[in-house]
């Protein structure tokens, strides 16, 4: 997630004003959603519950004692709330993409039709 933010603040330094948003963005962004929202797969997984490396290491260890499941801590909060940032960054750079090749077109097809008529 964090070099997708360095990435976009590094491309945001560029002077080229047809290239605001540019279209590699989009589909990064969808992809570190839909990663980040895999990491919470974890708490329902085997890993969370009847983990028998925490049952081995509570024998060895008897000074910690790990809990027996998972719980949905701030860790947790925090990989949902960028989960949906990540997902509204990637459709609002969707709908940069679009809006900057309109743009684009409109003006190449005006061809001068921003001048005004009367000198």
Known sequence: GILVIITSCITMCDND???ITPSWQAPLYLLTACFTGLTLLFLN???CHNNTAVKLQDMALSNVIFPETCSMATGAKMAISSTVFFGLAAVTSFCGVKATK??????ESSAGLDEPLNP
């Open 17 to 19: 004003p047809v290239k």
């Open 45 to 47: 997984s085997n890993g």
């Open 102 to 107: 309109v743009d684009v077109a409109m003006h």
